[in-house]
């Protein structure tokens, strides 16, 4: 089983959203009509919610929290999303952010509880969390958590074995010797050292991820940049320069999601540059979809989206959502006409792709030939499809249950009597249908094809 645990400076994020048609007669500023007061995990809390939606099995947050209601409500918000929450108190109020927001702008911020609080000692449940953890991710917003003593103690004492990021604040404490990864951001990280010269950003982040890789004894540093992604070092040679997909949204929250899903990808078995290269694209979706008002962290955490595990499964989204399903263990030519076909039939494709274990089940056990991830980002990199959803079950069935897509898509080989789809997609008003396949094209019969002439030797091997 793997377990990450969060430790950090848990926030309640409040929106208060509105519209503004008027300036006020006696002051000039907006009057906002409230249409809606939306709370949701901030901080430390929200990087443990974003976990949860990882390739971990369950997170554990290790936090402070203040006896009084926005404490109260936030604990009840984590328990609804199945964190486990370890907490250790504190003396003051629970840090409230509060934003207001008209036409998707902010208009103004109000924080409430102030950074004078003190959290509680660490307890021996707190400790027992870090020493079952596949990861550990310090989640630093400068109140105290991470800067405690005996926390500092009991994080430092399992780096050696297990993998700890560490996402720092400028009001907290520098990171604990050892640590897997530390992800400042550009400001941060110029901020830790002497001024870095080069020509450019990435040459800049390169240096300063040098300097600070040293000075925290890390074993990997990497300064994320926003919207041009995220610079890596790691002490084996040249920084990797991680680019990140054009996202117009929100950004609050994208450092969460990038520290979040470092964290997870390094708990189920994942290379520091393998962690970061999933931390980016995972930031880039997470901005594009709306940042952390746009999440919905209520769906179920059955079926899991591999590049944005909430998004694709929202049925109020407008227009006519389309789905599709199958294994496309190697894309060919009769997958991308069917995609195709399937897309022109509405307003957005999401393809529901076979899990590992569910190919396998299905195809036997020298298949699939590719992973579910590398199956999904190519799919992802076809204009057609504007989603994928990985699902282990033997059908879609419970994936399109969640979905309630409009229409469900088979290529032309299947006939929609035979569909067990057929049955759930009638529950919501849903339809299921075929559209023209190219005949003679499947992944068997490349399989075969490719298995003959290797064997005759006329597969010449590069």
Same mark, same amino acid.
């Given at each position: 089983? %793997?377990?990450?645990?969060? #430790? ?88 409230? %952010? ?20 003190? =959290? ?109 992604? @995220? ?40 290379? #520091? ?19 952390? @008002? ?11 989206? #591999? ?33 195709? @076909? ?20 299905? %195809? ?31 059908? =879609? ?17 299947? @006939? ?47």
């Amino acid at each position: 089983m %793997k377990i990450l645990t969060v #430790v950090g400076d848990a926030l309640l994020d409040r929106d208060i959203v509105g519209t503004v048609d008027r300036i006020c007669p006696d002051a000039p500023v907006p009057v906002l009509a409230v249409g809606g007061d939306h709370a949701r995990p901030g901080g430390a809390a929200l990087a443990a919610a974003l976990a949860r939606r990882g390739r971990v099995d369950r997170v554990q947050l290790v936090t402070a929290l203040g006896d009084d209601a926005a404490g109260r409500q936030l604990a009840g918000l984590l328990v609804e999303l199945g964190i486990e929450l370890i907490d250790l108190g504190t003396t003051g109020a629970t840090a409230e %952010k509060i934003r207001v927001r008209a036409a998707d702008q902010s208009i103004v911020r109000i924080d409430r509880g102030g950074p004078t609080s003190e =959290p509680g000692p660490w307890t021996i449940e707190a400790r027992e969390a870090l020493a079952r953890s596949s990861a550990v991710l310090v989640s630093d917003y400068g109140r105290g958590v991470a800067a405690a003593g005996d926390g500092r103690d009991a994080i430092a004492s399992v780096a050696a074995t297990t993998p700890v990021v560490w996402d720092p604040h400028p009001r907290g404490p520098i990171p604990v010797a050892g640590c897997r990864l530390v992800t400042p951001n550009q400001a941060e990280a110029s901020r830790s050292t002497e001024a870095a010269t080069g020509s450019n950003a990435v040459g800049r982040a390169a240096a300063d991820a040098d300097r600070l890789r040293a000075a925290w004894s890390a074993g990997a540093v990497a300064v994320t940049l926003g919207a041009a992604g @995220a610079v890596l070092v790691d002490g084996a040679g040249t920084p990797l320069a991680v680019p990140a997909a054009p996202a117009d949204g929100d950004p609050c929250g994208a450092g969460d999601c990038f520290a979040a899903t470092a964290a997870t990808e390094l708990a189920a078995g994942a290379l #520091v540059s393998e962690a970061v290269t999933a931390a980016v694209a995972a930031a880039s979706t997470f901005v594009a979809r709306g940042g952390a @008002a746009g999440l919905d962290l209520t769906a179920a955490s059955g079926t899991v989206r #591999v590049d944005d595990p909430d998004g694709a499964c929202r049925p109020s989204e407008p227009g006519l959502t389309v789905a599709a399903g199958g294994c496309f263990d190697l894309l060919h030519a009769g997958h991308v006409a069917m995609l195709q @076909a399937a897309r022109a039939l509405g307003d957005r494709l999401v393809v529901l792709l076979n899990s590992d274990d569910s190919v396998r089940r299905l %195809k036997g056990p020298s298949r699939p030939l590719q992973p579910a991830e590398d199956r999904a980002a190519v799919l992802l990199a076809l204009d057609c499809v504007d989603d994928v959803v990985v699902f282990d079950e033997q059908t =879609p069935a419970e994936a399109l249950e969640r979905l309630r897509p409009d229409l469900f898509v088979k290529g032309g080989d299947y @006939a929609v009597a035979d569909l067990p789809e057929a049955k759930a997609l009638a529950a919501w008003g849903g339809t299921a249908v075929t559209v023209p396949y190219l005949s003679g094209r499947s992944t068997t019969r490349l399989v075969t094809e490719a298995a003959r002439r290797s064997s005759t030797g006329s597969l010449v091997k590069e």
